[in-house]
């Protein structure tokens, strides 16, 4: 695991080129937050999310930096999102979000890249994803029931892969579901791929 020091990686998004925001300045201290507003130990916390208490602890210290897949198990066991996790200001009537101001999470194993739009939009969260060639965002566990996602491929192939079953999407195929036992985001090609993704919590239970 790469120690969290990020600040200064440069990517490209829209075929514009900004200085990623250093996620370990917030998803640490958010995390450390969250979890201690709710009476939760990081042996607890650890239980809920798969996440070694170790690891936890690592990570609420800025000392390493989680995979996107931990980082939303984390999330999930902390009753939040993944964009809210990086990003727990309160949303105002306008927010504009510069590009260099985009909470964004970097895997430290894979290089995908998770940026989160705008937190707090009603019951609805928005994200996009960037996968290098070849290179996956890991298995991620099921939503809470009523949750539907909206899976858009901006550039590239992408396979979205729902409880096992593979479905390989072109620029500008789409692809929604529901809660399923996993789902995984898989870059075939040789080429980059970017992913725009949408959660709809508003009929959660």
């Known amino acids: ?13 829209y075929g514009c080129r900004h200085e990623m925001v250093d996620p370990s300045s917030n998803i640490g201290p958010n995390i450390r937050r969250r979890r201690q507003a709710l009476g939760l130990s ?33 999330a999930l066991s902390l009753g ?22 985009r909470r964004t999470l ?3 194993d894979t290089e995908v890249v998770r940026h989160g739009l705008r937190p707090g939009l009603l019951d609805l969260e928005v994200a996009w994803y960037e996968l290098p060639p070849g290179q ?22 992408a396979q979205v892969v729902l409880g096992g079953e593979v479905h390989t999407l072109e620029a500008g195929d789409s692809i929604s579901y529901g809660p399923v036992s996993t789902t995984e985001y898989i ?11 949408i959660v709809d919590r508003t009929k959660a239970r």
Do not use: H, W
């Open 42 to 74: 990081l042996d607890a916390l650890a239980q809920t999310s798969g996440v070694s208490s170790t690891m936890l602890s690592e990570v609420e210290r800025g000392r390493k930096n989680p995979t996107v897949k931990l980082a939303y198990q984390i």
């Open 187 to 197: 870059n075939p090609s040789d080429g980059p791929t970017r992913l725009f993704l």
């Open 1 to 13: 695991m790469l120690e969290s020091n990020l600040t200064g990686v440069n990517a490209i998004a």
């Open 136 to 157: 996956s965002s890991g298995q991620i566990g099921p939503n809470r029931a009523g949750v539907v996602e909206l899976i858009t491929v901006l550039e590239g192939r």
């Open 80 to 101: 939040c999102s993944l964009t809210e996790l990086l990003d727990n200001s309160e949303p105002a009537s306008v927010s504009l979000v510069r590009a260099s101001e």
């Open 106 to 108: 970097l895997d430290p």
